[in-house]
């Protein structure tokens, strides 16, 4: 494993639990020899990639990963306008929303939206889920063919309840009904309770690809509700799709999501 590798792998300790590591507990999580760890942490500490934590207790994010992420998200033209109609979509409905992105076989979180109603399902900008169980990581893999994500998935899955996809034959079965739909539901899989709708749009020309989501508790959302949700989300993809050049909002069974205006959700 070469040092851009165990850079990435000690980025991706950090969550939103995990804010701060230790020497220690680096090697042991990463199985890297105490000596070269404590060497490659104050390497990165050095370039700004790592800060030192107060009182020698180990070490978090540094300054420069934030200032990397502020000029990727305000040059990321897709990103910013999926956003734009993600907010009107969260005012219009009250539920919390998301804009997300693919990594390999996880979903990472970009931007995110609070809902005004009481019960609030939140994670924060940065937090990272599994792709297969998640209405936004399957939004995007239906993009991909069947042989793609095959080989993206040359393991076993993991599922973490039963309502997600136990095999990887189930998994292609969800994507073909969100290629054949145009959008994509979660419910129950990774956190009890908790529903999700996504739609995906591609920037053609960049190659960026989002995820538009909505999410909220499944026992307090009526089907019409969930209808709205639905429309709303599509109208979304083709309203940004459109803008970028993405061929999949153009097919002919969308056409009815791309007459309405927007502002409508109002």
């Known amino acids: 494993m070469n040092s851009v590798d165990n850079v990435a792998k000690v980025l991706r300790l950090f969550t939103p639990d995990r804010g701060v590591l230790s020497v ?4 042991q999580l990463l199985g890297l020899a105490k000596s070269s760890t ?3 942490l104050k390497a990165m500490a050095q370039a700004g990639l790592l800060a030192v934590a107060g009182q020698g207790a180990g070490y978090s994010v540094g300054n420069l990963i934030f200032e990397t992420s502020r000029r990727h998200r305000a040059h990321s033209t897709l990103s910013v306008i999926a956003d734009e ?4 979509i969260v005012k219009a409905t009250g539920h919390t929303g998301y804009i997300a992105m693919l990594d390999g076989t996880e979903v990472l979180g970009l931007r995110m939206r609070p809902g005004s109603k009481p019960l609030r399902v939140v994670t924060s900008p940065g937090d990272r889920l599994p792709a297969f169980c998640s209405s936004t990581g399957r939004a ?4 991909l063919d069947d042989p793609a994500v095959r080989a993206l998935y040359p393991a076993p899955l993991q599922p973490p309840s039963p309502n997600a996809p136990q095999t990887i034959d189930d998994l292609l079965a969800a994507l073909a009904t969100v290629r054949e739909k145009g959008w994509s539901l979660a419910t129950d899989e990774i956190l009890p309770g908790v529903e999700s709708i996504a ?5 053609r020309e960049s190659g960026e690809r989002v995820a538009i989501c909505l999410s909220y508790s499944a026992a307090m959302i009526s ?17 940004v799709g459109m803008k970028f050049d993405d061929e999949h909002w153009s097919a002919a069974r969308f056409a009815a999501f791309a007459a309405p205006s927007l502002n409508e959700a109002a």
């Open 85 to 88: 109609a993600l907010a009107r």
């Open 140 to 143: 995007m893999l239906a993009r």
């Open 223 to 239: 089907a019409n509700e969930k209808s709205r949700i639905v429309t709303l989300l599509m109208r979304a993809g083709c309203e």
């Open 38 to 40: 404590s060497r490659l």
């Open 199 to 203: 739609v995906c749009v591609d920037d």
């Open 24 to 27: 220690t507990e680096v090697s």
